[in-house]
């Protein structure tokens, strides 16, 4: 190679250094990856391979050298041997595959190119292979974000085959007009082409990753105003306590004079008075599990505001081995869509909410009335709202929490009543990332 060639090998292979990364991301959960070291053992694997191939340009070694270079990244992440494994040799496979399509189509096609100039040929088929790359790894980056219920819009379903595409053609078109002895302006023009899909698509996960992040917070703060509505009841319960307490004595004694008269009337509805009074009127949810209760409490004290009327059949114990975060996604979104669902009832406004534990299963029905309005695409439920980025993500995250616990969830309705019926494993086990 010349030194001109040479300098747009390490540029294409500095790009492919990160379509590697891509992949490898694939199949590992990066939360918890320190970046600092991420970042220089990919360009550690960036320099060491280079290095081999400009020194030695041995297939055997290159081999070699990249399965076990793919093989060594995974310690990036923590997993088992088997993932690391199948990591590394399915990274390398499909990059083969892609690799020996290219340069199947290209001399089937007899490009122009390649009958002009050697160098340029080589060129050429190197920057086709890692841009078809990208382009299978963006694909295989978006099929992940929607096994996990991330919403994934038609556009950028476009964008990651027009962008990547365009810039192979664009590159192509470039090498066209140059001659091998004068790579310098094309150089620069592929590389800031290469560095522009970069940042599209690295903007793209950062907003993604700044979308779930609100998302989060927002669940986290709805947590936090429902632990707070029930503390306050229970504050108010005890207070109320206190109040019957510091003056039982009268209260005894005014049964006591009830009693004696002979109105056993009177007495009963002076201890129902008493009783409603320990029973503070928030509390609708009693189960002693504080996550359930406080939830439950939280939204059904606003479905009041509506005029929804409730039923609440709880039979859970205090403790669970499901995290109050995935708790209270369920359980909030459900009674959320559910709120605004039977809000709109023409008639009876109404939600159930039914949970028991069983044979270490937890159960969880909510039904609520409806107006009868429902939207489905493509055989699954969407959203009635015109604003859809904003609404209709409620069940896919109630889904996604109920598949950390090898869960299901179910949907159905009548003319004027919606069910969802949700089942989790209550095991003591480590939730998937």
């Known amino acids: 190679m010349t030194s001109s060639a040479t300098i ?18 694939v199949f590992f959960d990066r939360s918890e990856t320190d970046k600092k070291i991420e970042f220089i053992s990919y360009a550690a ?3 060491i391979i280079n290095l081999l191939f400009l020194a030695y340009n041995n297939p ?33 496979t499909v990059l083969m595959i892609i690799e020996t399509l290219v340069i199947l189509i290209m001399q089937h096609f007899n490009v122009s190119i390649i009958s002009k100039d050697k160098e340029l040929a080589v060129i050429s088929g190197m920057i086709s292979i890692k841009i078809v790359s990208y382009i299978v790894v963006l694909f295989i980056s978006n099929f992940k974000m929607v096994k996990n219920n991330i919403n994934v819009s038609y556009l950028h379903w476009l964008s990651i085959f027009v962008i990547p595409a365009g810039t192979l053609v664009s590159a192509l078109m470039l090498m066209t007009q140059v001659s091998p002895d004068n790579l310098t302006g094309m150089t620069a023009s592929i590389t800031i082409l290469f560095i522009i899909n970069i940042f599209v698509f690295y903007l793209y996960d950062a907003l993604m990753k700044s979308y779930d992040e609100k998302m989060e917070k927002f669940i986290l703060l709805q947590q936090n105003n429902a632990y707070m509505k029930q503390l ?20 005894v004694l005014s049964l ?61 114990p205090d403790k669970l081995n499901i995290s109050p975060f995935d708790l209270s996604v369920v359980l909030g979104n459900l009674l959320d869509n559910a709120i605004e669902a039977a809000a709109k009832a023409e008639e009876e406004k109404l939600v159930k909410i039914t949970a028991e534990l069983e044979r270490n299963v937890l159960y ?9 309005n429902l939207n489905y695409k493509n055989g699954k439920l969407d959203t009635t709202k015109t604003d859809k980025d904003k609404h209709g993500v409620g069940l896919n995250s ?19 009543m919606f069910f969802v019926d949700v089942l989790i494993y209550n095991y003591c086990s480590e939730v998937k990332a």
């Open 8 to 25: 747009v090998y390490l540029i294409v292979n500095l790009f492919g250094a990160y379509i590697i990364f891509r992949f490898i991301s």
């Open 45 to 47: 694997y960036y320099f």
């Open 60 to 92: 055997v070694l290159n081999v070699a050298a990249n399965l076990i270079m793919f093989f060594l990244l995974t310690y990036n992440y923590h997993s088992t041997m088997k993932t690391r494994l199948i990591a590394a040799v399915s990274v390398y």
């Open 232 to 251: 306050d009841i229970i504050n108010q319960s005890q207070e109320n306590i206190k109040i019957i307490r510091h003056d039982i004595k009268n209260h």
């Open 256 to 316: 006591k004079r009830l009693i004696e008269g002979g109105d056993r009337e009177g007495a009963s509805d002076y201890l129902d008075t008493m009783i409603n009074y320990i029973n503070y009127s928030g509390e609708y949810a009693k189960s002693g599990n504080a996550e359930f209760d406080s939830i439950i409490n939280y939204k059904i004290d606003k479905a009041r505001m509506y005029g929804i009327k409730s039923e609440i059949n709880l039979k859970v």
């Open 364 to 372: 969880i029905n909510v039904a609520n009335t409806f107006d009868g």
């Open 398 to 416: 109630v889904m996604k929490s109920v598949e950390n616990y090898n869960g299901t969830m179910s949907i159905h309705h009548c003319s004027n």
